[in-house]
C-alpha cells in the first residue's frame, strides 16, 4: 500500500507544470499591446508626454516641436519618415520605447489621427 501510494504522488508530482499566457498563446493576439484603436489621446499623447516632450518642446530643439498635435501633425508633414526611423529604431538619446509603444507608435503613423 506504501509502494502504490508513493507511486500515486510521484505521479501526481510530475504531472504539475507551470503555465502563463505568453507559454500558452506566444503573445499575439492574447498579448496586452492594444493597437485596434491607436489615436493621439490618450496613447501617443501619453507616450509623447512621458518619452519625448521633455527636449523636444516649445523649440528647444529648433524643428522638432512634439509637445502637442498640430506641432506633431507639421513635424510629420516635414519629416514624417524620421521621426518614424528615429522611433522604430528605438535609439534615441537613450529613450526606449515598449514593443507595444512601438507597434502602437507604427499604427498610429499610418493614420495618424487625433
Known amino acids: 500500500m506504501k509502494q502504490l501510494s508513493f507511486y500515486l504522488l510521484l ?18 493576439v492574447y498579448s496586452d499591446c492594444d493597437t485596434n484603436y491607436v489615436n493621439y489621446n490618450p496613447v501617443i499623447k501619453s507616450m509623447f508626454d512621458n518619452k519625448c516632450i521633455s527636449c523636444h518642446q516649445q523649440e528647444w530643439v529648433p524643428g522638432c516641436n512634439l509637445d502637442s498635435f498640430p506641432a506633431i501633425m507639421l513635424y510629420i508633414e516635414n519629416k514624417g519618415e524620421l521621426l518614424y526611423t528615429t522611433v522604430k529604431n528605438n535609439d534615441h538619446q537613450g529613450v526606449f520605447l515598449t514593443p507595444c509603444e512601438i507597434k502602437q507608435f507604427s499604427k498610429w503613423m499610418k493614420n495618424p489621427a487625433e
Open 11 to 28: 505521479l501526481l508530482l510530475s504531472s504539475c507544470y507551470s503555465e502563463n499566457k505568453e507559454d500558452l498563446f506566444g503573445g499575439g
